[in-house]
């Protein structure tokens, strides 16, 4: 089983951990071979009476900052973390009890054709998993991400159409693509990273956002969450379908949240619950 801990490089990522207050408990939580990466595993004993926030082994924290979108700065003020790998069959079918996937055969591939609905289903079940094993205080939540937190986390950093430079032809070392995919997905992680320590941002599946999809405004943002609602919601990433221009960091599309396709599936993040008088 791969070693989830937060890589020894990002000495910043590991500090943000001490400022959601349980730094401890997350390297505890990475040095525990215990749980999967689905966080699966150990019993009920000895649970605190006050749930201190252990994240699952494979969330990456994110700390807050800014990243350009067309002309116009998008700034997010609250940290979060965001996993590593794109979720697997074997971990969606781990905590859902099936597996809707085209693309079988292997635990290891991402799952796809989960319907928005589905993925904020799984992370629901996750929340509730993780809150009764005393491991995720109430004041937080696995959901899936924003689409401004997604592309930033993406972008980690780089001010480029991909997070690996602008060169098209560097895309096969870190993306499955129409180029290199033999038309299918692939197990998650085997290309390479990108500065934080996310794979997949690009390729192999396309991956839901929270966000309902609408034209972005002509406008900077602070913590944007998308429109109230809409007829669509949106993913990002590009997927083994499309070829490497259509994985930039920028691209998005959308599907009503009722419907999956065999080349969209999604990642997890972990974010305090927004307060009532937190501005959105």
């Not at 499955?176 to 033999?182: I, Q, R």
């Not at 299918?184 to 991956?207: C, F, I, M, S």
């Not at 379908?241 to 930039?248: E, G, L, M, N, T």
Request: aromatic residues 12%; glycine residues 10%; proline residues 9%.
């Amino acid at each position: 089983m791969r070693s989830n801990c937060p890589p020894s490089r990002r000495p910043d990522l590991i500090a943000f951990a001490a400022v959601a207050r349980a730094a401890a408990a997350v390297l505890a939580g990475c040095g525990d071979a215990g749980r999967g990466s689905d966080g699966a595993g150990g019993s009920g004993a000895g649970v605190p009476a006050t749930p201190v926030l252990v994240p699952l082994t494979n969330m990456v924290p994110i700390r807050a900052g800014s990243f350009m979108r067309v002309k116009f700065p998008v700034t997010l003020t609250r940290d979060f973390w965001i996993g590593r790998y794109e979720v697997t069959q074997g971990e969606f079918t781990a905590v859902m009890g099936k597996n809707p996937s085209h693309f079988t055969g292997d635990p290891a591939r991402p799952v796809e054709k989960v319907s928005f609905i589905d993925a904020s289903n799984y992370c629901a079940a996750v929340t509730q998993r993780e809150r009764a094993a005393g491991r995720l205080p109430a004041d937080h939540e696995y959901r899936l991400p924003y689409e401004a937190e997604w592309e930033y986390a993406c972008r980690a950093g780089s001010t480029n159409l991909f997070n690996f430079g602008d060169d098209v032809a560097l895309a096969d070392d870190y993306a499955w693509t129409g180029e290199n995919s033999d038309g299918q997905t692939h197990p998650v992680g085997q290309k390479r990273p990108n500065a934080w320590g996310l794979y997949d941002t690009h390729g192999n599946v396309w991956e839901w956002c929270l966000d309902w999809f609408a034209p972005y405004p002509a406008m900077a943002l602070v913590d944007p969450v998308g429109p109230a609602t809409n007829k669509f919601k949106l993913f990002k990433g590009g997927g083994w379908d499309k070829d490497a221009p259509f994985a930039r960091a920028s691209s998005r599309f959308m599907m009503p949240p009722a419907s999956g396709i065999h080349f969209v599936g999604f990642r997890m993040a972990l974010a305090p619950i927004p307060t009532r008088s937190a501005k959105p």
